[in-house]
């Protein structure tokens, strides 16, 4: 398995711009997660979904983001309008709930930089 | 003060030491996470447990509930373990389904040769 996919890996954009972040999970599981990371907060949850259903987004920051997940094998993070404190590596990670806390498998990041 | 604590920080080592890294929590837990961030910022899951023991070749951890306590130990410790450690937990509270972890700041972990 590939395991999970983000695209892009780096993103530079100017403050105002519209910013979307594209994830695929792993084959076969039924939630995905999209997280934050910065230096001053650390890794923060920002949205959840099980069996495609947004569980518990009350880390969105704000309403400039927004998550969807159409179907068992793509989601988005949008950003607009993004600002420079929205700069951070997100990360998607994916897993297969049947009981609870199962193992995240986590992809690459995105690196983003808003100018 | 956060949910969830670790210590050190920061640690450094040399080649072949013993290495425990600390994680203290304050609330009800289901499941605590242990994961590890390389250099080039990938994270791994290392382990996921809600009691006991896990042993995964150097690597073990060890949770208390009682205490709110876990620990990740790397015997033999080798460059390649260099990293950063970060602590998780799922809240004890949570509805069944709802996966939300939350994240200690991470111990920086760097073994000299």
């Known amino acids: 398995d590939a395991g999970v996919i983000q695209s892009p890996r780096h993103e530079v954009t100017e403050m105002g711009q519209e910013v979307t972040l594209r994830c695929k999970p792993i084959?076969?599981?039924?939630?995905l997660f999209w997280y934050r990371q910065t230096m001053m907060r650390g890794l923060e949850l920002l949205i959840y979904?099980?069996?495609?259903?947004?569980?518990?987004d009350s880390g969105m920051p704000e309403d400039r983001f927004s998550a969807k997940m159409p179907n068992a094998s793509f989601s988005t993070l949008k950003i607009q309008p993004s600002e420079p404190r929205d700069s951070a590596v997100y990360f998607c990670a994916s897993s297969l709930v049947r009981d609870r806390g199962e193992t995240q498998y986590f992809g690459p990041g995105t690196r983003l930089l808003v100018l | 003060k956060n949910e969830v604590e670790q210590s050190p920080q920061n640690l450094t080592a040399q080649e072949g030491e013993f290495i425990t890294i600390n994680c203290s929590y304050s609330v009800g837990i289901s499941a605590l996470h242990w994961l590890q961030q390389h250099p080039g910022g990938g994270i791994v899951s290392l382990f996921m447990l809600s009691s006991g023991k896990k042993k995964h070749g150097r690597l073990i951890a060890t949770i208390n509930i009682q205490e709110k306590h876990s620990s990740l130990h790397i015997t033999a410790s080798h460059p390649r373990d260099s990293a950063v450690y970060i602590c998780?937990?799922?809240?004890?509270?949570?509805?069944?389904?709802?996966?939300?972890?939350?994240f200690g700041t991470g111990t920086r972990l760097t073994i000299i040769p």
């Open positions: 979904f099980n069996n495609n259903v947004p569980i518990d």
């Open positions: 998780a937990v799922r809240l004890a509270q949570t509805l069944f389904g709802n996966e939300k972890l939350t």
């Open positions: 084959s076969g599981h039924n939630s």
